[in-house]
């Protein structure tokens, strides 16, 4: 049911942002009989609602100062470009479903190292968020995962590449079935057909997005959602650490003249995502909330990611078909490469695409992809032209587990980044680029990469993580390892910001883990 006005004036908690580590604790504090109100900033899309394809902008993207009130934002900063998802769902409803778990380097490195047994205590929560999103393993493996294990062969590391475990429901194609994961408590769903177009919302009713498993389950206990409002502060009633609650303040985020209002809680949960949460964070310990940690803002980190796509000019392939990411391949012991698609149409992305080249300056490299485009101008003619671009090209989605760090600053109009002390996520990786090379000889395709990445060495992320992390005390970390807030009482952040180490792989399972663990030590009504 949708909402657009909270039907009480007093909760027990507001979750701000109902992405995963939102969903989730609107599902266990609603569980634990408090009364729950989400507010979601974007819209609240049904299947038929989303975008058959990425060019129709309006639908896919979030770009509010054109009235584009899609599912997927991008933002970008001095030093990284960042995508993410906006709508009842957060990132559940752009992302490619794909939940692996991290490895064991994870678990003891980072400021959350020590302060738990991290591998085993998570262990039993991992379990929980797997049933919960439906995860299973991909059956099929269509052009784009062949390939991949052609690489894995070609390596001589063929006991590498596996398929991945995705949050989708394999009934039979098209066929709508009563709630197969909860006991019938769940809605109906109907079987994936393999379209290849999960990134831009799947309008099959196949994909687990979080409104079709957590957020479902939590309005059956009655947490009630509101959708298309932004919570703009947050103020401790009582004193300043909140003992009395807060007031919760929020406005509407679609219309052009936007109507603010407010809410009471005694407790409130940050489920913004980075971007989200970290940002509102930043602009409320300048006011409401002085006492958050000095640390917010800092460790962020990414997967090391490094996305770099393969155009092939061969009508005859079809990179288009199947999940949007169907297999996994472990290069090495710090690196994953996972072969992403889109669904048919889907082409927006030719845009601002430059051949892949390396450099140590802009120079040097807009030297080097003009070198290239004057060496072969059909040869690139003809891939910026292929008929299809989704069908022809496949995203190699490339992660490693090695560390490098990021700031959030508060800056006069917006948020900027500052490169930290120590390494910073780069976007120019040799090994990413000789996979890619060597993906471009097997196929008969070519390496090519965003223009930001190429020319401007900004790398771009879907997996931003950090900036409120743990630690044993509020001089190093802004939550305790519980996900509580340093100073606040009932304040708890559960989100991707929270993630206090870099997991090298997606990062969704982990965030719902997480947020599972911190709901489960939250004590119930008597
Ligand atoms: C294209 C793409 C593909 C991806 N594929 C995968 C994948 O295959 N596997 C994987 O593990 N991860 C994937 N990810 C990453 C994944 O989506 C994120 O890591 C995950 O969604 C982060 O979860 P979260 O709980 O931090 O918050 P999010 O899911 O980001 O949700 C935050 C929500 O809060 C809302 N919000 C923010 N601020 C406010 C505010 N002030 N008031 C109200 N609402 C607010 C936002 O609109 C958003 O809906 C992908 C991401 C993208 C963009
Ligand atoms: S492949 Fe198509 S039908 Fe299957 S989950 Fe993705 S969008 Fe839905």
């Not at 408090?34 to 058959?52: A, R, S």
Request: proline share 4%; with cysteine; charged share 20%.
């Amino acid at each position: 049911m949708r909402k657009s006005k909270p039907g009480l004036k007093a909760y027990d908690y507001v979750i701000v942002g109902s992405g995963f580590g939102g969903s989730v604790s609107a599902l266990r504090l609603s569980e634990k009989g408090f009364k729950v109100l989400v507010i979601e900033k974007g819209k609240w899309y049904q299947n038929k609602d989303f975008p058959k394809t990425n060019w129709q902008l309006n639908k896919w993207l979030w770009l509010p100062t054109f009235r584009f009130f899609g599912i997927m934002k991008m933002t970008f900063f001095r030093h990284i470009g960042i995508l993410s998802g906006v709508g009842v769902g957060g990132g559940s409803l752009v992302y490619a479903n794909t939940l692996p778990k991290p490895q064991a380097s994870f678990y003891k490195s980072g400021s959350w190292a020590g302060l738990a047994d991290w591998e085993s205590e998570l262990k039993p929560y991992y379990k929980t968020a797997h049933r919960m999103l439906g995860a299973t393993s991909n059956p099929y493996q269509e052009e784009g995962d062949r390939l991949l294990k052609d690489l894995s062969i070609e390596e001589q590391r063929k006991e590498f590449f596996h398929t991945t475990d995705v949050s989708v429901f394999f009934g039979e194609a098209d066929v709508t079935v009563a709630d197969p994961f909860f006991n019938g408590k769940g809605p109906e769903r109907s079987g994936c057909n393999r379209c290849g177009a999960c990134m831009t919302g799947c309008r099959h009713n196949a994909k687990n997005s979080l409104d079709k498993n957590y957020l479902y389950l939590a309005q059956q206990l009655g947490a009630e959602i509101i959708s298309e409002h932004e919570v703009v502060d947050v103020k401790p009633k009582g004193d300043v650490y909140g003992s009395e609650g807060y007031q919760v303040y929020f406005r509407e985020s679609t219309r052009l003249f936007r109507k603010g209002q407010s809410v009471k809680a005694k407790g409130v949960v940050f489920s913004g995502g980075v971007l989200g949460t970290i940002k509102l964070l930043l602009k409320l310990r300048q006011s409401s909330l002085p006492n958050i940690s000095p640390a917010l803002g800092k460790d962020v980190r990414t997967n090391n990611e490094s996305l770099l796509f393969n155009v092939v000019n061969n009508p005859k392939k079809d990179f288009s078909k199947g999940i949007a990411i169907g297999s996994i391949y472990k290069v090495d012991k710090d690196t994953h490469l996972e072969a992403v698609r889109y669904g048919q149409g889907s082409g927006f992305w030719r845009l601002g695409m430059t051949p892949a080249v390396d450099g140590r300056n802009i120079l040097s490299r807009m030297l080097k992809v003009c070198w290239k485009l004057i060496r072969s101008p059909w040869a690139y003619l003809k891939l910026y032209l292929v008929k299809d671009f989704a069908k022809q090209s496949i995203v190699l989605l490339f992660m490693q587990q090695l560390d490098s760090t990021l700031e959030f600053k508060k800056g006069w109009f917006r948020m900027k980044t500052k490169a930290s002390s120590g390494e910073h996520p780069q976007a120019h990786i040799p090994l990413a680029h000789k996979l890619a090379t060597k993906t471009g000889e097997l196929s008969g395709g070519k390496p090519m990469a965003y223009m930001t990445e190429s020319l401007f060495n900004i790398p771009s992320t879907a997996h931003i993580l950090g900036g409120a992390v743990m630690g044993s005390s509020p001089s190093e970390a802004v939550v305790d390892k519980n996900n509580k807030v340093f100073a606040y009482k009932n304040m708890y952040i559960c989100d991707g910001s929270v993630i206090s180490a870099n997991p090298g792989v997606n990062p969704s399972l982990t965030i719902t883990a997480i947020a599972e663990r911190a709901m489960n030590g939250i004590k119930k009504i008597k």
